[in-house]
């Protein structure tokens, strides 16, 4: 069973790196944040993998940290997610991001994802919260010294404005993701437009 993978960058593209490892060319699907995390073309690339195989084949997924790969081995774990929506899910959230959906019942959110609807976020909602163990207050802290409540509607009314704008689920929550956090809605909505702008 491969766990990881270092070796050089051969091609990548949207969602697939190859990478070759002592001559050996692996194809390794990712989301959209790692193909931006990884160097260009020829460089050296180490990637925490996941080996998913079925009787007919044997497909590799690629993350960036040891964190992501957990969380998607939990999601694929959960009844009615395989690996396809496991990392369409990740795709759209971080594994923090996905934890504060989690504690905030914020089915909305979930609801970004493609191909996931509101009887399926309510679900995915309950069985997630007790496989991903997710900790009190983790929607109401941060690195930067916490945000409540009103910190989080703020983003949730800039996603929503966003999503009514017309852009991507994908380009909202990596948009959200990058943003400091902040309590005041139109401040926050200035400040991803002006990312999105320059993206």
């Not at 593209?13 to 989301?31: K, N």
């Not at 945000?147 to 959200?176: C, H, K, Q």
Request: hydrophobic share 40%; with cysteine.
């Amino acid at each position: 069973m491969i766990g990881s993978l270092r070796g050089e960058l051969l091609d990548r593209s949207d969602a697939e790196l190859l990478i070759e490892v002592a001559g050996l060319g692996y194809r390794v699907q990712v989301t959209p944040a790692v193909v931006d995390q990884v160097g260009s073309v020829g460089s050296e690339v180490f990637l925490f993998v996941h080996h998913h195989q079925r009787e007919d084949a044997g497909t590799l997924f690629g993350f960036s940290s040891l964190d992501e790969r957990r969380v998607f081995e939990t999601l694929i774990s959960t009844h009615g997610v395989g690996p396809s929506m496991g990392l369409a899910i990740l795709s759209v959230h971080s594994p923090l991001g996905l934890r504060q959906v989690l504690a905030t019942d914020d089915i909305d959110g979930l609801c970004m994802v493609p191909g996931v609807g509101k009887k399926t976020a309510a679900r995915l909602l309950i069985e997630l919260k007790t496989r991903l163990k997710v900790p009190e207050g983790v929607a109401s802290t941060s690195a930067a010294g916490g945000t409540g409540s009103a910190g989080n509607s703020a983003r949730g009314d800039v996603r929503d404005a966003l999503l009514g704008l017309g852009y991507g689920p994908e380009e909202v929550a990596r948009v959200l993701s990058e943003l400091p956090e902040a309590t005041d809605t139109s401040d926050l909505l200035r400040q991803a437009l002006q990312r999105l702008a320059a993206a």
